[in-house]
Each structure stands twice: as C-alpha cells, then as structure tokens.
C-alpha cells in the first residue's frame, strides 16, 4: 500500500477477492473488513495495527484468520462478530494473541450447535472482555491475570421454564435431584473460573440463567467490586443467592430494571417467593436464624444502583427488601423510568422505606 492510510473500512454485500498487497501496509493503524471479503493470506504484515474488527468475514477461513493475527505484533482491540447462517463459527473459536487488551466477541449462530463445542482463548495481556454466544459445551481460558473487566451474554439453547415453577407456568415443583440438567446444552463452568478473578462484572438476563443450570460450580470471586446485572421479565434471578455469597467483598452493585420472572428459586436476594409455592415451602420464623440465612445480611455492598425503576408493587417491595437487609449501604442511586408522570409519589414512597443501614442515602439520578 503506497499511501500512509491510518485507518480502513472495507464492506461489500458480494464476495470479493481482496489483493494481496494490502496486506503489507506499514502505517495502518485500525482495519475493519466486513462481509463479503475473500481473504487469502501468505505475507502479512502490519507493524502499526492497533485496532482489527472482522465482522462476518465471509470468505476468512481459520487458517488465513491465524495468519492475520500473527502479522499484527502490537495489536491491541480485537472485535469478532459472527452472524451469518452460511457458515459455522470460525473465527471466534480461537483467539491466541499475546499483545490485545481488549475483546469483543458477538456469535449469533442458532443453526450450528454442533459447532458450539469449544472456544480457546490465550491473551495475557487482555484487560476487557466483552463475549456474547449461546452457549458452549466446553471453555478454554488461558493466561488470563491482567484481565479486569468482562461483560458477558450466554444464551441458553432451551427454555429452562420446565425446570422452573413460576405463577405464569404452574406444571408442578421439581426439586434440585429432579431436575434433568443434562437435557440442557453447554457448559459454562471453565469460563467462569477462569474470570473468577476480575474487579468488575457485568451479566445479561441469559447469563443469569446460564449460571443457574450450566455452572456445575459456582467459585469466590474474591476481587470482585462491581457487580452488574440486567432484568428481564422472561429471565429469573435463580443464581442471584449464590451469586452474590460468591463476592464476599462486593461494593457496588448495579441493576438495571427490577422486573424479572418469578420462579421457586429466586431464593432470599429476592422478594418475590410464588403464591402456589409458599405452601410448599418450609416455614422459617422471622428471627435471627433467618437473618443469618438471608445472603443479603452478609453482603459487604455499600453502593447500590438501579435504574429503569417504574414504581410498580413487585418493585418497591424488591426496594424494601434490599434496604431492610443490606446493613452495609451508604448510597443508593435510583433512576425512575422517563415516561413516569408521578416521579414525587414514586419517590416518596422510596424514601419512606425503613432502611437497615443508619448510612443509607438515597439519591435520584
């Protein structure tokens, strides 16, 4: 390439076949090849790469996928998108790259599970990571020590509403032995213990239910800070009592909407027990026992937010759990959805909230 380009996007909706001497750029410093690209690969080199976004490469098999990156030395944000129903997983199954910090991948292939067997990821000096798939049956992660922040999408192949009673969907209560948790694909345990250590999390409403019913083992995340979860009417909270026994040293916890489904296994770090359970449920008086049993008594959480807040029952009775329960608060931020018409009712009904923490202090953002 004759002339100092810095930066190059490159997209087609038809394959074509891209020359070879792009490939020998010397003054390149972010690329992004999008669709209908075919790559042939034999001599690359691009000494000043700093930025690669593939994004549903049509025609960039593994082998010339593996020769791209090892001709980028200082390469350093690495973004993976594949979405096309053509082609299985290809790119996205390996990534082996000593210098990127910064990982995004997003695979979005419903029609190939057989291909969703394994990712192998080696980056020892990423520090972000941003990983969206269905499921997979196996995760490989190695040298992972600077790694701080992940944000992760594990979508389940199945509904697990059969696992799960809920009010919606009442076909009787399995318990934990009865569950049939092998009829459910993928297996999330490695990829969890291989983050175990990061400061910052952020889960989508599928990971939660991923972390329920294809996590064998749920480790300590003993540096965990940041804690961040999205709601969704349609995803539970079962893992949520785990999840939050797991992060002893929690500060900050942020939610974005509090509406999720009801299910028998929302467990203590929610409000919301089903009518048609509580019969089924064994009676705990209301006494220190049952302090000491809830997992919001021994959470450390001194910040905590939500937003996307609509004053509904079900969610200020969720508000009046997590004041009455997390004795460690000191702030709590509030931002109340933009179409509400009644902001001063719904905030003071928030404030009225008796609040075990003497420190708490609720804010509206």
Known sequence: MEYSLLELYLHSDRMIDIEIELFTSKTLVKLTLSDGYCVEVKNVFFPALKSLSLLSVLGLDYPNYCRLLDGCPVLEDLVIHETDDWSPPGCSAVVDNPSIKRLVVFVNLPGYIEHHDLIYVEAPSLVYLDYSSYVLEDYEFVDLNSLVEVRLSLRLWDSPYKYDYSDDDYHGYYDDDERKEADIFGDVTNLVVSISHI?????????????????????????????????????????????????????????????????????????????????????????????????????????????????????????????????????????????????????????????????????FI
């Open 199 to 363: 400061t910052t999390l952020h889960l989508s409403p599928d990971s939660l239910e991923a972390f329920r019913f294809c996590c064998k083992s749920m480790p300590v995340f003993n540096n965990l800070l940041n804690l961040s979860i999205e709601s969704s009417k349609d995803k539970g909270w079962q893992v949520m009592p785990l999840l939050l026994k797991s992060c002893p040293n929690l500060h900050t916890l942020v939610i974005k909407g509090l509406v999720h489904r009801v299910t028998n296994r929302c467990g203590d770090a929610c409000s919301c027990i089903p009518k048609k359970h509580k019969k089924k449920k064994r009676k705990i008086v209301m006494n220190k026992k049952e302090e000491e049993l809830c997992c919001l008594s021994t959470c450390q959480v001194k910040v905590l937010e939500i937003s996307e807040y609509g004053g509904s029952f079900q969610e200020l009775k969720q508000m009046r759990h997590f004041l009455g329960k997390l004795k460690c608060l000191e702030t709590v931020k509030v931002g109340i959805v933009a179409d509400t018409n009644n902001n001063e009712f719904l905030e003071a009904n928030l404030l009225n909230i008796p609040r075990l923490s003497s420190k708490c202090n609720i804010q």
